[in-house]
């Protein structure tokens, strides 16, 4: 069993910045494929950003592209997501997620695809 925790979340003016981290712990030997998600209110859970296991490899959802960046660090077991240059339509429950996973360089964006979540951090952006 796999524990996800996020933090960082909080409120902040369009335009800001906020660097979202997730720490994983309990069986954390095993490869994990990471990834962010959104749920805004009233709407579908959303995809955002994924990293490969090594690192090497991400992606993102158009909506972030050029403003968010995921990265890891395999050694503290932990991930992040630096948002920049919010906009009110950023305002969400943001959703880390780690699937289980051999391939090195596989990216998962279907929230289908994930074993663990954690609880989320609320982002909330005023204009």
């Known amino acids: 069993q796999v524990h996800v925790v996020e933090s960082g979340g909080g409120l902040v003016q369009a335009g800001s910045s906020l660097r979202l981290s997730c720490a994983a712990s309990?069986?954390?030997?095993?490869?994990?494929?990471m990834g962010w998600f959104r749920q805004a209110p009233g709407k579908e859970r959303e995809f955002v950003a994924a990293?490969?296991?090594?690192?090497?490899?991400?992606n993102y959802a158009d909506s972030v592209k050029g403003r968010f960046t995921i990265s890891r660090d395999n050694a503290k077991n932990s991930v992040y997501l630096q948002v920049n240059s919010l906009k009110p339509e950023d305002t969400a429950v943001y959703y880390c997620a780690a699937k289980s996973i051999w391939a090195v360089t596989a990216v998962v964006t279907s929230a289908a695809g994930y074993n663990y979540w954690g609880q989320g951090t609320q982002v909330t952006v005023s204009s």
């Open positions: 990293i490969s296991r090594s690192g090497g490899n991400t």
């Open positions: 309990g069986r954390t030997d095993s490869p994990y494929a």
